[in-house]
């Protein structure tokens, strides 16, 4: 069993700079993926970045260049950097994990993942 807990989230103003991280416990199989998601209401929720075991990226194209997906190994963490917020960053931050992974890429979309953490809420204002 996995079990992940984010943290980091909170309110900043357009321009500003947050990093979220996300802890991991459990057993960790040898090819995995994580991932940040993020939804606000009445939309479905949008994968944001992923990170595979081997250290592959791939993010979003509304956040390519601004965000930077990352994971300490040793310490089991999962960060997210996120620089240039815009208002429409404003939501719930959820890491997943699809533990374990047989894909050659990891997916964007949420139907892999099958951990979820309880989300932190990301507010930007103008």
């Known amino acids: 069993q996995v079990q992940l807990v984010e943290s980091g989230g909170g309110s900043v103003q357009a321009g500003g700079s947050l990093r979220l991280s996300c802890a991991r416990s459990?057993?960790?199989?040898?090819?995995?993926?994580m991932a940040w998601f993020r939804q606000v209401p009445g939309k479905e929720r949008e994968g944001v970045a992923v990170?595979?075991?081997?250290?592959?990226?791939g993010y979003a194209d509304s956040v390519k260049g601004l965000f930077t997906i990352s994971k300490d190994a040793a310490k089991n963490i999962l960060y997210l950097q996120m620089n240039s917020l815009k208002p429409e960053d404003t939501g719930m931050y959820y890491c997943?994990?699809?533990?374990?992974?047989?894909?050659?890429?990891?997916?964007?979309?949420?139907?892999?993942?099958?951990?979820w953490g309880q989300g932190t809420h990301v507010t930007v204002s103008s």
């Open positions: 459990g057993y960790t199989y040898n090819r995995y993926c």
């Open positions: 990170i595979d075991s081997d250290g592959t990226t």
């Open positions: 997943a994990a699809a533990d374990p992974y047989g894909g050659s890429w990891c997916p964007l979309g949420p139907s892999e993942y099958n951990y």
